[in-house]
């Protein structure tokens, strides 16, 4: 493996307020950046200042869409930071490369970008309670042809992006609109890549709820359209009758490491978790007779979300009366306290860096 080459920026930006955050809006000093040819494999490994990339105007992502992604946070310690099972990112990252036909990422120059990155940007790691930085590791293919191929060439990059809260609201409610005409996935398509492509798909009916006042679009399965998959931009946990339900990953669905992680938590606090199918009408019937008590997203970006209505075909299913349930306060409040430090990790989930 090539060694990274560092060129640092001359003169470092000025910080945003890490009280005003937001999601994904500031963005630091540096950046890594690293070329796949089948020749080389992974070379012109390096860190430079944040900004533009260079792209040549037939590349293969600007026309079929050859780009995947991942998204985990690193969080500030008292000696240097942590990252949150980072390696789960990777063997995912690596199979939504599998299924694009772009090249996998070796472990060591995953962790190493990683690092020395985060390091060098080490100031960028915002410290107030629930900010964190945001890792954006993304890959693209980058022929400089208009054939439609298995791609030959292929960039990886990384960006960091100080973040606050998801949602500017803060750990409130969120109204979500269970959606019945658009289809984010099938299965056999791209549904567990974490691809840009699939949330091209999504834009429409993202835009459509917004309009209403809508949060976020809970998506059914792409071919009956009956099963409940997950929202947006997290997986979706329902309890039912005190039993833990959430959508088997069937292939349409992108297998949350927070979800990953909600489960075994919630199976170490002694709750039974069904992962299956689950269809709207039973969750409407659940709904509807009080059975469903609680309803929550889960996802990197905004950890637990707790779901306060659901709408679907002119109903608004009201959730633990709008308000944030028992169990979804306290799933929110251990997976955090360890991610962010202030809790043990039993499990050994933290990659911990000291500066
Ligand atoms: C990233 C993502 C999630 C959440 O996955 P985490 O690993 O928990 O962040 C859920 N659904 C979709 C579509 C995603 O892209």
């Known amino acids: 493996m090539s060694e990274i080459k560092v060129e640092k920026a001359k003169t470092l930006k000025e910080k945003p307020d890490f009280s005003k955050l937001g999601f994904g809006k500031y963005f630091t000093d540096h950046m890594f950046t690293a070329q796949f040819n089948e020749k ?37 310690t008292v000696d240097g930071y942590q990252m949150f099972r980072p390696f789960e990112n990777l063997a995912r990252m690596n199979n939504s490369a599998e299924r ?5 990422i070796p472990e060591d120059m995953w962790i190493n970008a990683l690092t020395e990155l985060i390091n060098l940007d080490y100031d960028w790691i915002p410290d107030l309670t629930g900010t964190s930085l945001y890792i954006r590791p993304f ?33 409130n409610p ?28 999504s834009l429409r009916a993202g835009k459509r709820a917004e309009e209403k006042g809508i949060s976020q ?22 309890k039912i009758n005190g039993e833990i339900v959430t959508p088997e990953l069937t292939g349409s669905v992108l297998p949350g490491i927070t979800r990953k992680s909600c489960i075994e938590l919630l199976k170490e606090k002694g709750y039974k978790v069904s992962e299956r199918l689950i269809s709207v009408e039973e969750l409407g019937k659940a709904a509807e007779s009080g059975a469903l008590e609680e309803a929550w997203g889960t996802g990197t970006a905004a950890v ?37 430090g202030r809790l043990p990790d039993k499990h050994g989930w933290c990659y911990k860096v000291k500066i």
């Open 174 to 201: 969120v109204k979500i609109s269970i959606e019945n005409h658009d289809v984010r996935a099938v299965r056999g398509g791209t549904g567990y890549a974490k691809c840009g492509g699939n949330y091209a798909a």
């Open 217 to 238: 679009v809970l998506w059914l399965d792409g071919v009956e359209r009956k099963y409940i998959e997950e929202v947006g931009s997290m997986n979706v946990m329902f």
């Open 40 to 76: 080389d494999g992974w070379h012109d490994l390096k860190i430079t200042p944040f900004g533009y990339i260079p792209i040549h105007p037939a590349s293969t992502v600007l026309h079929y869409g050859a780009e995947i992604f991942e998204g985990m946070k690193a969080y500030k």
């Open 304 to 340: 637990v979300s707790p779901i306060g209505h659901l709408y679907y075909e002119g109903k608004d299913y009201v959730v633990s009366g709008n308000k944030i349930g028992k169990l979804t306060q306290e799933l929110y409040d251990e997976l955090t306290g360890i991610q962010w």
């Open 100 to 104: 694009l036909c772009l090249p996998a």
């Open 139 to 171: 890959m693209f293919g980058n022929d400089e042809t208009l054939g439609v191929h298995a791609v030959h060439n292929a960039t990886f990059v990384i960006i960091l992006s100080p973040v606050g809260n998801y949602y500017a609201e803060g750990l």
